[in-house]
């Protein structure tokens, strides 16, 4: 079984799950066979710097790689929509080591995504028309 987790440095078994899938700075691969990890791998996250389409970036590369199952903190809507698709397991899980994730993962133990994210970047409340940019007459 092939496992992605959203990870929030440098990535790597003793990394942190980060709280967020789209924009986190690195992806640890971690390969399970007969409930032992038998291989690790890092990739970095181009969707961590992109202006926008980070989830759907980031979904890709999962899918891309062959994982079967993702956990992080959170997996918004446009992720979860191209996960889904790929058919791969989406789990939360709170900010805790790779490894403790991973134990957790295979007891059982992580509660399946819904796709309802936290805030992102998002469209923001626009410029002028009363929002702070204006030229009115105050």
Do not use: H
């Amino acid at each position: 079984m092939r496992i992605c987790l959203a990870t929030s440095g440098a990535g790597g078994i003793k990394d942190y799950v980060s709280p967020q899938f789209g924009r986190c700075p690195t992806f640890t691969i971690v390969d399970i066979e007969d409930g032992n990890i038998r291989n690790v791998n890092v990739i970095q996250n181009p969707g961590a710097v992109a202006g926008s389409g980070a989830g759907i970036q980031a979904a890709q590369i999962v899918v891309n790689s062959g994982c079967q199952v993702v956990i992080a903190g959170a997996i918004g809507p446009n992720s979860y929509q191209v996960l889904m698709m790929g058919r791969v397991d989406m789990r939360e899980c709170p900010p805790v080591p790779v490894e403790e994730a991973i134990r957790a993962f295979l007891d059982g133990k992580l509660r399946p995504a819904t796709g309802m994210g936290g805030p992102g970047m998002g469209r923001g409340m626009g410029r002028g028309r009363g929002r702070g940019w204006g030229g009115g007459p105050y």
